[in-house]
């Protein structure tokens, strides 16, 4: 008889659960927690000659998933000084954020526009000069986090190629900038034949700048690039035929008169590196190959960027006879 008294009670209080006892209360549907992955993000740019700084002022990372949710990630106006990381050196700017595994896409990370007094700027040795980015925003490639793993990209920015100057303001071209996951990119260093400087020089004694030092600039191009006749200066509509860089580079010179330069973050695949002593004369935005300002002088040959086991991997190419195997370790190297 007891046993039979216990049933009824648990069925009777399991009806009024059922029930609901109340007509207000809803059943909660557990939060669904996406496994995750950790991110990281990095810059790093190419010097520039005739810029002694470019504060940068970023304000915050900002990406979309694949369910259209926003993700944001406070950067605290973090200032830097851009010049301070170059080729295969880099800013770390987020370290092992945790992201939920997934599609992200129009990810970017925002600039604060500057005046000359506050946000971004650029110090040319003529005062100092706001900074401009386009949209002010540093695009960052589409990218996927997977569960438990860790991604780490950094975005490259070709000085060269991206920076203007106009009525005393400076502009940033992000076209002239990409972002990489960091296993699939390597490195290039270039040891430069002397020979090829000093010939350079000597042909052009007519375009020789103010105060005589001539500007040596690498050019990257794309593999399709296969002489020297198909390969265009760094302005944005180049002629017919021609194809203009990937990334440019300037040709340093260390204390021991070894000329030498370098290229970081560069997308694996193949290459063709051009050369010209008339980098003063490049502007970033006209074609000046047409006119006759602008002559590129050699080509240097085709090269492969390999990534490596994890990614980072560097690759040296000789320019001509090389400089016998010196690379500017000594960091005593000046632009040309």
């Given at each position: 008889m007891k046993i039979y008294?216990?049933?009824?009670?648990?069925?009777?209080v399991v009806l009024l659960g059922a029930c609901g006892g109340g007509g207000d209360s809803a059943v909660t549907p557990p939060v669904q927690v996406l496994p995750q992955g950790q991110f990281s993000l990095a810059i790093s740019d190419s010097p520039m000659a005739g810029v002694t700084h470019v504060g940068m002022v970023m304000g915050e990372l900002v990406m979309t998933d694949a369910a259209g949710v926003i993700h944001r990630h406070d950067l605290q106006n973090m200032a830097f000084n851009l010049l301070d990381f170059q080729g295969i050196n880099s800013h770390l700017m987020l370290e092992s954020i945790d992201l939920p595994q997934g599609q992200y896409h129009d990810a970017y990370v925002t600039t604060q526009q500057g005046d000359g007094n506050d946000g971004s700027y650029v110090d040319d040795g003529q005062g100092r000069h706001g900074l401009h980015?386009?949209?002010?925003?540093?695009p960052v490639s589409n990218f996927e986090i997977v569960a438990d793993q860790h991604l780490a990209i950094t975005m490259e920015i070709d000085l060269y190629r991206g920076l203007s100057q106009e009525q005393?303001?400076?502009?940033l071209s992000t076209?002239?900038?990409?972002?990489?996951?960091?296993?699939q990119m390597g490195h290039l260093l270039g040891e430069v034949d002397p020979q090829w400087i000093a010939d350079c020089e000597t042909a052009y004694?007519?375009?020789?700048?103010?105060?005589?030092?001539?500007?040596?600039?690498?050019?990257?191009?794309?593999?399709?690039?296969?002489n020297i006749n198909q390969m265009a200066d760094m302005g944005t509509n180049p002629p017919a035929g021609l194809t203009p860089p990937t990334a440019v580079s300037p040709m340093m010179e260390d204390i021991d008169g070894n000329w030498y330069f370098a290229m970081g973050y560069l997308p694996a695949g193949n290459y063709r590196v051009g050369y010209s002593c008339l980098g003063h004369l490049d502007d970033p935005i006209s074609d000046d190959m047409?006119?006759?300002?602008?002559?590129?002088?050699?080509?240097?040959?085709?090269?492969t960027i390999e990534t490596g086991t994890l990614g980072g991997q560097e690759t040296v190419h000789e320019c001509g006879n090389g400089n016998g195997g010196h690379h500017g370790d000594n960091h005593g190297g000046h632009g040309g």
């Open positions: 008294q216990t049933m009824m009670m648990v069925s009777s980015v386009t949209n002010g925003q540093l005393g303001r400076y502009n076209q002239a900038m990409w972002s990489i996951n960091n296993r004694p007519n375009l020789t700048p103010t105060g005589g030092q001539f500007n040596h600039l690498a050019y990257l191009y794309p593999e399709q690039v296969t047409t006119s006759g300002a602008v002559v590129m002088f050699k080509d240097s040959g085709s090269i």
